[in-house]
Every structure is written in C-alpha cells, then in structure tokens.
C-alpha cells in the first residue's frame, strides 16, 4: 500500500510533468529546469506545498511565475481545490544554490565556444500530397476494407468506367483524406507522367471565384481538364454554389468523357448533399459510393500501435489499450490523444507514463467522447414523448394514429442518428422489426425536407437533448 506521504510526492511529481507539458516552447521548458533546479525541496504543510529558496527577491518572482500554474498542475493531477504553492526562503536552498554555482564555474572552465546557425531550409513549393498518407500507413479493418479495396484497385488502374467516380463518405477524421491521397501517391510512383490533383473542393471554388475576377476562366478550364486523377476532397462545400456547380459539371463530365479518374470524399453520400443540383448528384452516384466506418476496437488498437512506430518513444501497451477504450469517435482524436502522450513523454524523459496518468492527462477527451456516447434511446423518447405530449406507453404501442405515428417516427430517427445504435438495436429498443424502423427513419428524412416545422421540432428535440442539429442531416 502507498503511503500518504509517496502519495503526495507523485503528486507533486506528476503535476510537475503536467505542468512542463503544458509549456509550448523550448525556451520555456529550459527556464523552467533551470529554475526549478534552483528549489530546494517541496513540503507539505496543511494544504500547501511548500518550495524552498535562497532569498526573497527569489520568492516573489518564483511566485509570480509559478504559484498559480502549479497549483493548477496540482489539482489536475488530482489534487483537493484548496491546494496553494508557496515560495520561501530556506537553509537548504541557499545551500544547494552554492553547490549549483560551484558545478557552473567548473563547467565553465572546460566549455569552448560551440555555436552552430541552424539555416531554416528555403521554401520550397507546397506539398500537394501528405507524404504520410500512403496505403503503406493505412490500416485495413472492417469499417474500411471495402474503401481500402476499391481505392488499390483504381490505384492499379485508374480511369475508365468501372469505379469511377469513387465517392467515399464516412464522418469526420475517418480516413478519406488519407485513403484518396494513398491512391495519388501510388498512381504518380507508378507513372510520374500522370497528372494528379489533390485539391478540397472550398479551394476549387476560390480559385475558380478568382479567375472569374480576373476574366481568367480560359486557363482556369485548361488547368482542369488536362488532369489524369482528380482527387476531390470534402466535396460537401460546392452544395449552394449554384453557378460555380455549372462550371463544375463541365469539367466533370469532360473528364469523364475522356475516361480520366475522379475521386471524391464528402461528409455525407451523394443523395444527402443539399442544395446541389439533382444532375451532379446522379453523375456523383454512377460510380461507386462507399462508407468508411468508424472503426473497431481492434482496427482502432492497431492505428494507433502504427501511429505510434513514428514516434522516438516505447509506449507501454496498457495506454494504447486505454486510449483505444475511451476515444472512439474518429481516428483524428485517437492520434491527438497519443500526440498529448508524446508530448508527455518528451517534456519528462524518465518518468514512467501509466494509465493513471493517461487518465489525468486525456480527461477531457475522455469526457467529450462520454458526452457524445451518453444518450440513450430511452432518454430520446421521453423528449419526444414530451414535446408530442404523448406517453411512453403509447409509444410502444400498436396505436398509429396521429400525431403519436410521427412522434414514434421521430423518435426512431433521432434513435438512429444521435445514439450510432444500429437499427436492430433501435428495433429492439421499440419492440418493433427492423424494416419498421428502417422505414420510420426514411418517412422523417423525406418529411424534413418538404416541411419545414417538423424539421424545426426536430431541431429543437436535438437541442434539448444537448446535442447539435447538424448531426442529423446526413
Ligand atoms: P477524414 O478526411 O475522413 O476527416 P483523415 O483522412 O484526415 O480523415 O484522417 C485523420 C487522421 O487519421 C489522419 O492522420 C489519418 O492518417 C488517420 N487515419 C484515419 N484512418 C486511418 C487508418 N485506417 N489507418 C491509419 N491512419 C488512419
Ligand atoms: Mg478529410
């Protein structure tokens, strides 16, 4: 068993860590090992940790510089509200500070001049491509194998009829961007003559907004219609602009007609995209359309291990398995939180990192993860139930009158869209069969878009159940 006391220095220790981590500059971290290395000890006394040094004028600015992110330190790192840092003056301080300038003066006499300019290479043109994002570094699961498999199958053969235009969809930091730029980097290292275009579809528009500007269309239009593979991301952005999608529309179909390539990602499948004009969206869907998942455990466990081989650090197999338990919702938060590790590990090489520090640290990813998670369905059908003024009883009912068929409907729609239970589940939750939920939903989707009230009182549910409308509509 630990006790009080080593608990308390892995306190302090651990809040140092967190407190050093939480510096941005190099320059900072160093100041703050010189510093530090200047205290003499740390005691508690009540509710305060006590640091010892050599005078006053030290104290103060110490203070001024350290008291409070300390203390924050201490609290994160679990820590009662109450805890205070203070500096004072000590014996034992002032004795180490001798030492210190001892070991400096020696130092001196040894050191030569070693000053090295470091040049910051020249600028050198944009990287169109991530050089990171290669099918090399992507990790196949189920919630990606069947994009993973068409994506090397174009890469191998891009062009023509079959698979073209790919059009993969999937939630935020799932992998699009990654997968459609593998299949760039593959095409141009098989045939460097090939002329890919990696571009999101907002700077498609800005560019072609300037060359309106400056009565430029000519070479706008040339740029794109001399290209082998284009890579259309988040093509979510062109819904609305409705004569820039005229001008899209040309350059697709032209390449099309040419059999060139056309690959494009978007956050939801082409017959959710709104304001976008019904021909681009049946052009959109005469090639393949495909999911990307979130993915599994499994999946999640092994892109993180992969993630990780790039890092200068051993990272013990108890935080992958906990960042892999905790942050699910998309690949890009699971490698923020292994960044966050990192940088843990960089700012205090030596200190063993575990899953209590883990914990400290991903705190609040973990609870963005559980707000995201926490709904139930029963939670969702009280709302509805309240808003419809109808009750859980009927609900479950065999009752399909009005309004308590819509509100059972709008409850299996907003079931399947905030809580990413599967539509057996929500079946089961309804005691209903699962084409009757399937149905529900797709009666709502229709409705939303042709009347708007019942959208609005969708919108409203959403909120109240502390979630944003946005996540609805795809
Ligand atoms: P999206 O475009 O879907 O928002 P990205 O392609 O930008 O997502 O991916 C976000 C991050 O997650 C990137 O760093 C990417 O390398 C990584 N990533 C996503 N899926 C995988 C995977 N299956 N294997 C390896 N890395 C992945
Ligand atoms: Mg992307």
């Not at 820039?244 to 032209?254: K, L, R």
């Not at 990307?292 to 790039?310: D, F, G, M, V």
Request: glycine share 4%; aromatic share 8%.
């Amino acid at each position: 068993m630990q006790t009080e006391t080593t608990l308390r220095a892995d306190l302090w220790t651990l809040a140092v860590a967190l407190y050093k981590m939480s510096l941005r500059s190099a320059e900072d971290i160093s100041r703050w090992d010189r510093h530090a290395a200047a205290f003499a000890s740390h005691e508690l006394e009540g509710d305060k940790f006590v640091i010892g040094v050599t005078d006053q004028y030290a104290a103060d600015y110490y203070a001024s510089l350290y008291a409070e992110p300390l203390r924050s330190a201490l609290i994160q790192a679990g820590a009662q509200p109450e805890v205070k840092v203070v500096f004072r003056v000590t014996e034992k301080a002032k004795e180490l500070e001798r030492e210190k300038q001892e070991k400096e003066r020696e130092a001196r006499k040894t050191q030569h001049e070693d000053v090295h300019v470091v040049r910051r290479p020249a600028f050198a043109s944009t990287v169109p491509l991530n050089p990171n994002y290669t099918f090399d570094n992507f990790v196949k699961g189920p919630s990606n194998s069947f994009a993973y498999a068409i994506a090397t199958a174009i890469a191998k053969e891009p062009g023509g009829n079959t698979n073209n235009p790919f059009f993969i969809w999937g939630g935020a930091g799932l992998g699009k961007t990654h997968l459609m730029q593998a299949i760039g980097h593959h095409v141009m290292q098989r045939d460097p003559s090939k002329s890919v275009c990696y571009i999101t579809s907002e700077t498609f528009l800005n560019e072609y907004i300037n060359a309106l500007s400056n009565r430029d269309m000519e070479s706008f239009r040339k740029r794109y219609r001399n290209i082998d593979l284009l890579l259309l991301d988040d093509v979510q952005f062109i819904g609305g602009k409705e004569q820039f999608q005229e001008e899209f529309f040309n350059t697709y179909s032209n390449l099309m007609t040419y059999g060139r390539q056309v690959i494009m990602t978007c956050d939801v499948p082409p017959k959710r995209l709104s304001n976008l004009e019904e021909r681009l969206i049946t052009r959109f869907q005469q090639g393949i359309v495909i999911e990307i998942e979130s993915p599994s455990y499994e999946t999640r466990l092994a892109i993180l291990k992969s993630k990780a081989k790039n890092c200068r650090h051993r990272i013990p197999e108890e935080i992958f398995t906990f960042i892999s338990e905790n942050i699910k919702s998309s690949v890009r938060a699971m490698e923020g939180a292994l960044n966050l590790i990192v940088r843990f590990i960089d700012a205090n090489p030596g200190m063993e990192i575990n899953q209590q520090i883990a914990r400290v640290l991903l705190k609040e990813h973990i609870e963005e993860e559980v707000v995201i998670k926490r709904l139930s369905i029963d939670e969702i059908v009280k709302a509805v139930c309240s808003t419809y003024d109808v009750t859980y009883a009927d609900m479950l009912s065999n009752n399909r009158t009005q309004p308590l068929a819509t509100a059972r409907q709008v409850a299996m729609f907003l079931a399947r869209k905030l809580t990413g239970n599967s539509t057996p589940t929500v079946a089961n939750e309804f005691k209903r069969n699962h084409t009757t939920v399937l149905h529900g939903t797709q009666t709502i989707q229709k409705r939303i878009d042709v009347e708007p009230e019942l959208k609005k009182t969708i919108e409203q549910i959403t909120e109240q159940l502390g979630r944003k409308p946005s996540e609805l509509f795809y």
